[in-house]
């Protein structure tokens, strides 16, 4: 499901990108080696792009980007990371639901991608991957560097938390295997796919030309529909109940798939709960909308909800087993899932969470769905809804804080169309109102500090052109980690807003040591030790700048939030990269910070 863009926007951003690192024409019309044949199969994936850092094990296919394809369709985006070239193909995925293509060098590149993998995994978020070993005939391999950079089974490293990865042997092969990856990494459940390249198939000269296929025959588009009994069954449930409630999991960026999931709840009269560590859902401040979306704990009004249902609907909902478990009680209300992320569980991961009670299993993605309840369910008496309200919580004190940040932040984004690309886990739900599809674009997925910031150049570079204003808020931790990815924004001209509530500490770990001394009976003022980011404090606008972005602060007041930030914002719209360190006092939501610290 893609971002809408308005069309003449969205040729100026494409070609904004295009007209930069543009080769010397090679004059090379037909595929001559085998990574040329690799070149055209991923451009019959139509993929715009591939994030990658260069190494040698893959320098056949880099020649054949360039020299064979003209570095179009895909354009390489050149990371300073593997980690960040996966991120990035993880993000813009985020906004368009479709596969973008990255490439690792060897075994080292996918070893330092391996955590990206992971977050993408858990996410269901799809995108293609090459990679490369050194020549896999041993006679073929250069002294030292191409045996250390060659393994046995290369797609091992990846295979418990990837869709599937192939090694192919032939150019023929190879055009298959990427078919065939960007065919499953788009199929749902979505996830991320691997191929690994021979460097000496690769840079084989063909000794005929490859005869053409038609690609799409190749890639036939999948769709799951709901079986006409369960959806009966379902529905049956549904209309009867008088207390139900939706957990509004992993669903679509569409806006018709949004309007749907308004209308169900409105048909039910249901309570609808969020989570921030999937994409908005729902409108948070609809009045059927319960509590605010948080990422470890479940606020009050939610998990008050889900006791008193007597029927509860999961689309797709992140643990539900969980879930009931966190609220407490006993949950007696039948349930009605909808997913098919059980296709993708194995023996590696436990990222399927706990087994939850089903009454009543629909095999296949929320926005199928939904609209087939709700015609099942039929029109139905009138319903009264209340009108929408946005409350935000009131900041405490005179020190500055998260939510000090997010009330600022709220002023100076006024009504225009903004996407948070990602939050700090410091975040309050509370603080924003999700209106629209695309305002939230969900976690990393696999709990990787240091995704934030190439999530967030993936997710940018998916809305350039959408007149939304991309905002990621992340961690000092987290963005430490991964700010290396503002250079490829810096030098592929995307814009975006990077505001870091830089606590100076990993403190969810602060808080994890906290717990531990209170069951031990020892002193929690020693929390902070190994955990604190200071002495010296990092100067986070400086590593901005460093890096071709327009970095501010420290702010350390609350009463200079509003100007930063319209410094800020005013630099994103004219074509930058920016960021804004604000020193926050350390602190997560109460209900976070008691589901963290309790014995």
């Known amino acids: 499901m893609s971002v809408q863009k308005p069309a003449p926007a969205a040729a100026r951003a494409a070609a904004d990108i295009a007209a930069l690192d543009r080769p010397k024409s090679a004059g090379v019309n037909a595929a001559s080696f085998g990574s040329d044949v690799v070149a055209d199969a991923l451009r019959a994936l139509d993929i715009p792009y591939i994030a990658l850092n260069p190494g040698a094990s893959y320098r056949g296919l880099h020649d054949s980007l360039v020299n064979y394809l003209g570095n179009e369709r895909p354009q390489m985006l050149l990371c300073l990371h593997e980690e960040s070239a996966v991120a990035i193909a993880h993000g813009y995925a985020k906004v368009t639901g479709k596969a973008m293509a990255a490439a690792v060098h060897s075994n080292v590149g996918l070893m330092h991608a391996t955590m990206a993998f992971f977050n993408a995994w858990c996410d269901r978020m799809p995108m293609v991957v090459l990679g490369a070993t050194g020549p896999v005939d041993a006679t073929k391999r250069l002294p030292w560097i191409d045996w250390i950079h060659t393994a046995r089974d290369q797609g091992a490293l990846v295979r418990g938390y990837t869709k599937w990865d192939d090694q192919p042997a032939s150019p023929v092969a190879a055009r298959e295997a990427v078919l065939r990856a960007g065919w499953i990494a788009n199929t749902e459940p979505r996830g991320p796919t691997y191929i690994n390249l021979d460097a000496e198939m690769q840079d084989m000269k063909l000794p005929e030309p490859v005869t053409s296929i038609n690609s799409a025959r190749f890639m036939p588009p999948m769709a799951s529909a709901p079986p006409a009994d369960s959806v009966k069954a379902a529905a049956a449930l549904l209309r009867n109940a008088k207390q139900p409630v939706i957990l509004a999991g992993r669903v679509s960026r569409d806006l018709n798939a949004w309007n749907a999931r308004i209308a169900l709840a409105e048909r039910l009269n249901a309570r609808v709960v969020t989570d921030l560590k999937t994409g908005a859902a729902f409108p948070t401040h609809h009045a059927l909308h319960a509590g605010s979306p948080g990422t470890i704990a479940t606020t009050s009004e939610a998990a008050d909800a889900i006791r008193a249902a007597d029927v509860i609907l999961s689309l797709d909902w992140i643990d539900v087993a969980g879930t009931f478990k966190q609220v407490g009680g006993t949950i007696t209300a039948k349930v009605v899932q909808v997913s098919v992320d059980h296709r993708l569980h194995n023996g590696w991961s436990m990222d399927y969470q706990g087994l939850p009670p089903v009454d009543a299993f629909l095999a296949c993605e929320p926005h199928e769905a939904v609209p087939a309840l709700l015609e099942a369910l039929g029109p139905g008496g009138p319903r009264a809804v209340a009108a929408q309200t946005e409350e935000f919580p009131t900041p405490a004190g005179d020190k500055l804080t998260v939510d000090h940040l997010a009330e600022a932040l709220r002023r100076a984004v006024g009504d225009r169309p903004t996407s948070l690309t990602h939050v700090s886990l410091s975040w309050n739900g509370a603080a924003w ?167």
């Open 433 to 599: 109102a999700f209106k629209h599809p695309l305002d939230y674009l969900g976690s990393d997925g696999g709990g990787g500090v240091g995704g934030g910031p190439g999530i967030s150049v993936g997710a940018a570079l998916a809305l350039k052109g959408s007149g939304r204003l991309p905002v990621a808020v992340c961690g000092d931790g987290d963005f430490m980690m991964g700010c290396t990815a503002l250079w490829t924004a810096a030098h592929y001209k995307i814009p975006l807003l990077f505001v870091v509530a830089n606590n100076r500490s990993f403190f969810n770990d602060e808080l994890h040591q906290e717990r531990v001394a209170r069951v031990r009976n020892r002193p929690v003022e020693n929390r902070w030790i190994g955990q604190r980011i200071s002495e010296p404090d990092i100067d986070i606008a400086a590593l901005a700048r460093a890096q071709g972005a327009q970095g501010f602060g420290p702010v350390t007041a609350i009463g200079d939030l509003d100007a930063t930030f319209a410094k800020a914002i005013a630099a994103v719209d004219a074509g930058h990269v920016a960021v804004v360190d604000v020193r926050v006092e350390p602190g997560y939501t109460a209900a976070m910070t008691a589901q963290m610290t309790r014995k």
